[in-house]
């Protein structure tokens, strides 16, 4: 149910609803930069991958839908893979959101939206 979505390194992440920053984690390069907003309509978004030292929210800061919180990272970032933004959402009662791997994330404790409806939807709508 999460997207990763490809990108070039660099390219601008934006929030995808308003709400408050409850992680943010400017990793050092290799690592797994993310931000995680609880957003004002009760989910909790995750975004992944970003570059080392380009977050620019802060823990507790509000954000506006489309405020700018990073860049898309490089392959090191990505876990050498190719460079995208990993983005998944998740319902109440989560309240925050931690990295889990593949097998973790499968687990029926992390309950997450399909959110692939709603980026199709927005893709085809791109001028």
């Known amino acids: 149910n999460a997207a990763d979505i490809f990108a070039a390194t660099g390219t601008p992440v934006l929030a995808a609803t308003s709400g408050t920053v ?7 390069p290799g690592g797994a930069s993310h931000v995680a907003i609880k957003g004002d309509d009760g989910n909790v978004y995750f975004y992944q991958h970003m ?5 620019t929210v802060a823990r507790d800061a509000h954000v506006n839908a489309g405020d700018k919180i990073g860049e898309v990272g490089n392959r090191s970032d990505a876990f050498e893979t190719d460079t995208h933004l990993h983005f998944d959402v998740q319902p109440p009662p989560a309240t925050t959101r931690e990295s889990c791997s593949r097998e ?3 687990d029926p404790s992390f309950t997450f939206i ?13 001028p």
């Open 22 to 28: 409850v992680i943010s984690s400017n990793e050092e």
């Open 51 to 55: 570059g080392s030292g380009t977050i």
């Open 104 to 106: 973790e994330c499968a």
């Open 114 to 126: 399909n959110v692939q409806p709603a980026l199709i939807r927005a893709f085809e709508g791109l």
